[in-house]
């Protein structure tokens, strides 16, 4: 459903907790840089097991999401942090950022474990919604 409604400029972006199409998913990682999905059956299955989605439009175009994935209790992880390029530098990162904070405000506490990997230069953005770099003793992994 659409709960919000921001302006910009001459644009009404609409802010909504629905699902995006998997389809328009697909087409806004190609055009906010963050690479293609090949497997139109796998993104129907990431973008189901979400925890928590937020995408914004400008019209009926998908504009920009993010989202949580985790077991909702305990593990949680903040993907698809994504703006097309054409509507970036407007602060709808900072949007979408927000909505997942508060989110995680409402449904978590201190015990939570709550990550993300972040492209540069993300990591600034990210860095003031309470994430930090790993300590000296932990680091990050990605499975190849």
């Keep these: 459903y659409i709960k919000k409604v921001k302006k910009d400029r001459a644009n009404v972006i609409k802010i909504s907790y629905d699902l995006p199409n998997s389809l328009d998913y697909i087409k806004l990682r190609v055009n906010s840089g ?3 999905k090949k497997s139109i059956e796998r993104v129907d299955i990431a973008l189901k097991n979400s925890l928590f989605t937020i995408s ?3 019209e009926k175009k998908l504009i920009g999401m993010g ?9 949680y992880a ?12 407007k602060g709808y990162g900072r949007l979408i950022m927000k909505e997942i904070d ?3 405000c ?6 939570c474990y709550i990550i993300l990997i972040a492209n540069l230069p993300a990591d600034k953005l990210y860095s003031k919604f309470s994430f930090e770099y790993l ?8 499975r190849k």
Excluded at 67 to 73: E, L, M, P, V
């Design 34 to 36: 963050m690479g293609n």
């Design 56 to 58: 914004l439009y400008d």
């Design 67 to 75: 989202r949580i994935i985790g077991d909702g209790g305990i593990s």
């Design 78 to 89: 903040v993907t698809d942090i994504m703006v097309d390029k054409d509507y970036q530098g």
């Design 102 to 104: 508060n989110y995680f």
């Design 106 to 111: 409402e449904n978590t506490d201190e015990d």
């Design 135 to 142: 300590p000296d003793n932990k680091c990050g992994m990605l």
